[in-house]
Structure formats: structure tokens, C-alpha cells
């Protein structure tokens, strides 16, 4: 399986089992299916609700393939309301509790803003200043073994940067041939940050408009990949850590399997969509001061 390693040496699996939106008896279907065709990695977050759930299957499913806590990364993030020194400290505390360890591979900042804040309010910043400092006491600690963020733009890591003792290992972004976010992606090289990208086939599913665009299926039916291989296969040869999402044993399964060649013709075709089609799916945190 092929790995990242971060920028304190830390290794971590470069294709994650998503779980935005999956929760309940889903969690069970695809954290199983994942770890039996090969998963390592687990991104969830606070706002998902669903510690508790990935907790139960993994107290299950480990032992079934000779699997320990040590064997799987996973990932969890910072409530947009748990904003500040102490919350972050609780909230912190809580994830561990829910998620049952007692350390966090990775542990993000979910959004650079506080829920309820207008998003020129000061307050955002020194808010999240203080959640950084409580992040990185705790990663010091060992308690999280890497710290970073997520939604954030090449500003608002700079200012995190000059602020802070730390710089980010990961920063979590939209990042797709619809929208590759190209200043971004420089400027978290240059600061050696490790981007993991979501929404790597678009949004709404089956409709997504980049997942079923022209492009993209005939570059699937000419290598005989399915389009959402080819879109992860793209991420993947970026370099980003890719984060798919289902509930659907097969479709899990061959989010996996990455492994195949996409030509240098088809990438360049890939990393052309924007030029025609520029777009964003998921939140814009630029106007957040």
C-alpha cells in the first residue's frame, strides 16, 4: 500500500476510507469492507457524529484480520463551535473517548472560522490561534501524533505559521481537476505541508457533474477504469492523500485499487478541465478573516 510520509516522519496511508455523512449501520458495511480489501486509514470528524459507530466495527473487525489499533490511521477533526484553547482541549478529549484510544494519528482544525461568528469577526482568528497552541501542547504530549487543517487558504496558514511553533503537517482541501487550487498547492509545497484532497469526484454522487463529465468517461472507457479511479488515480499521482467515500463493498473496493497507469496524454487532459470549467462544490472559506 502506498504511504505519505509528513513532515516529522510520522507515515500514513495515501488512500483513506471517507466517512462524511456515514453513520449508523453504513459504518459497519463500509469500515469492514475497507479494512478487508486493504484500507489502513480512517478520516472522520466530530461534525460526522460518528466516533462511536467506527469505534464498535473496529473493535470487531480488527481481530478478524489479525489487525490492532497500531495498524489503522485515523483521522478526526475540530468542531467549527469547539473553537478556543480549552474547547479544543475537550474536544479532544472527547474524540478519544468516543473513538476509544488513546492517541489520534491526525487531528485537524475542520474550518478556519466559529460556527454563529460573522466571518469578518476577529474573534475567528484568536479563536483558532488558541486551538492551534491547544493542538500543538497536545501533540507534544503525544497524545496527537500530527496536527493540521483543513478549508484553510495559503493566508490563513501564514498567518497560523508566523503565530505558532508548528507548522501544519496536512492542510484537508477541495482539490479536483475542476478545481486545483493551484496558488494553494505551491505554497503548501513550499512550506512542505502534505495536502490530502476530498471531494475528489465533484459532489452529488451519481450527478456529479465532473465525475460523469466527457472527458473523464472516455479517458475511463478507453483504460478500462471506472471514472472515479480515474479522478482518484489523478489525486493520487499529485501526490495528495485521497479520502473516497461509499457505502458500497464494491465501490470501496475499487476506490482502492489505484494501481494502474494513466497516461501522461490523460493526465494533461485531466489537469486542462479547469480551463474550461472552473468549479467549486464544497464550502469557500475565503471570506473568513
Known sequence: MAEITLSNSLKMPQIQLGTFRTRG?????????????????????TVYRNHKDIADILESALP???????????TSKLSPRQHGREQC???????????????LDLFLIHWPGVQKLPVDHPDNRKLRLESWNAMEELYTAGVLKSIGVSNFTADHLEDLI???????????????????????????RKKNIHLQAYSSLGQNGVNSELLWSKEVSEIADRIQKTPAQVLLRWGVLQGYTVLPKSV?????????????????????KLNRLHENECKK?????????
Open 89 to 103: 482541549r475537550t474536544a479532544v478529549s472527547e474524540a478519544l473517548s468516543e473513538l476509544r484510544t488513546d492517541y
Open 281 to 289: 462544490y464544497a464550502w469557500n472559506p475565503e471570506t473568513i478573516q
Open 64 to 74: 478478524k484480520f489479525n489487525l490492532s489499533r497500531k495498524d489503522i490511521f485515523i
Open 248 to 268: 458500497n463493498p464494491e465501490h470501496i473496493k475499487s476506490n482502492f485499487d489505484l494501481d494502474f497507469c494513466l497516461p501522461d496524454i490523460d493526465m494533461h
Open 162 to 188: 508566523q503565530n505558532s511553533n508548528i507548522v501544519p503537517h496536512v492542510n484537508q482541501v477541495e482539490l479536483h481537476p475542476h478545481y486545483p487550487q493551484t496558488h494553494l498547492v505551491e505554497y503548501c
Open 25 to 45: 449501520p453504513d459504518v459497519a458495511v463500509a469500515v469492514s469492507a475497507a479494512i478487508e480489501c486493504g484500507y489502513r486509514g480512517i478520516d472522520t470528524a
